[in-house]
């Protein structure tokens, strides 16, 4: 999920920093942390922070550079204490708070790390076209579940998010990723200690399905056609 390149002009970058940097003291904005997406690194964000240096002048920026390109499709559960290891050490030497910044699958990277950090002092979660509640491909990729639900195939990323509402049980049971951070099955919980959640996303880009997993948004139905499963007025998984 390559980041978007074109789209991520001054106008919408500007938009994005009236709500990431809201929360700026007199004292200098809040650190803000980057994390990549599945295919990327930290190459692709670097327009991204010189627009933030444009708009609030002397805001510390840093790009996480751990699982970059291709070895962003470790498993994530070998990912995220890196990852945490990494946020960690900024936010110790920023006890005013620090803003994280997430696009594509980093944002499941983050999710999970605020879920598994005690006392973490992430002020903003900003999640930049994340599949949050999961990705299902439809009916083109109707038996992906039989790779993505078994040993094999938890040690690829995109099986770690794969949400296949026709095989619930499958899921909840061979998924090792997916269902504890968004709370299906008991785990360890801190996210609710960030003070703002900005989540950005739409049905065009043509990567994340349901579009709407960018919200949480994921109607599990199994007994109905895929299609149906992704329509309804329901907010965070129902």
């Known amino acids: ?34 994390v990549h997406g599945i295919l990327d690194g930290p190459e692709q964000f670097k327009n991204l922070s010189g627009f933030i240096n444009e708009v609030h002048p002397g805001t510390e920026v840093q790009i996480i550079s751990l699982f970059n390109d291709c070895e962003s499709m470790k498993p994530l559960l070998i990912q995220v204490p890196e990852f945490r290891k990494a946020i960690e050490k900024i ?3 920023r006890p005013e708070g620090v803003h994280v910044l997430c696009f594509s699958q980093g944002g499941l990277v983050c999710r999970a790390v605020l879920s598994t950090t005690p006392n973490h002092n992430v002020h903003t979660f900003i999640s930049l076209s994340s599949p949050l509640a999961g990705q299902y491909g ?21 099986c770690d998010y794969w949400n296949d509402p026709h095989h619930r049980a499958r899921y909840l049971k061979g998924n090792t990723f997916l269902p504890p951070i968004n709370g ?5 919980e801190n996210f609710l200690r ?8 739409g049905p065009d880009d043509g990567v994340i399905t349901p579009w709407q997993s960018r919200f949480y948004h994921f109607k599990k139905c199994p007994k109905l056609p895929a299609a149906s499963c992704f329509l309804g007025n329901e907010t965070g998984l129902s």
Do not use: D
Not at 4 to 25: D, Y
Not at 184 to 188: G, N, R, S, T
Not at 194 to 201: A, D, F, R, S, T
């Open 1 to 34: 999920m390559r980041a978007p390149r074109a789209g991520w002009g001054p106008p919408a970058v500007l938009l994005l920093l009236l709500l990431l940097l809201a929360s700026g003291s007199a004292h200098g904005y809040k650190p803000v942390i980057i």
């Open 91 to 93: 936010m110790n030497a």
């Open 138 to 158: 439809g009916q083109m990729f109707k038996t992906a579940f039989l790779f993505c639900y078994n040993k094999v195939g938890q040690h690829f990323s995109f």
């Open 184 to 188: 299906e099955i008991p785990h360890q």
């Open 194 to 201: 960030i003070k703002k959640m900005v989540l950005i996303g």
